[in-house]
């Protein structure tokens, strides 16, 4: 029999909206008390997510669906469904959606609590 804890059905997803689009939120240590953080990142056309880092983490993106423009500290990434970058802890980085239809984002951390500095933030 399996722990209720451990499974997170549809309804029980935890959705964090924003102008720019939404993450989803399927494994976190504060939704299920798992050790990595596992979602979907939403961006709608034209929009983009705040310049940020990870201070406690590194971070897989795999583009599922749309074209987004991937700022990595000083370089542009351009991406499309199939592609994955690896974001090291501490890199400033955020996603462009350029194309003209929501750009959907697999995203992983290596650690269940996942902390996010806003680069206007830290300054």
Not at 20 to 37: S, V
Not at 47 to 75: A, K, R, T, Y
């Amino acid at each position: 029999m399996k722990s209720p804890e451990l499974l997170v059905k549809k309804g029980d997803i935890q959705v964090d909206h924003f102008p720019w689009g939404r993450l989803e939120w399927f494994a976190r240590q504060t939704l299920n008390g798992a050790k990595i953080t596992l979602g979907f990142c939403h961006i709608k056309p034209g929009m983009n997510n705040p310049l940020h880092f990870h201070p406690n983490c590194d971070e897989v993106l795999h583009v599922l669906e749309g074209s987004i423009l991937h700022q990595l500290g000083d370089e542009s990434i351009p991406m499309n469904p199939g592609d994955s970058l690896l974001i090291p802890k501490d890199v400033a980085h955020n996603a462009r959606n350029v194309g003209e239809t929501e750009a959907v984002m697999s995203i992983a951390f290596d650690t269940g609590d996942r902390q996010t500095t806003h680069v206007e933030e830290a300054k």
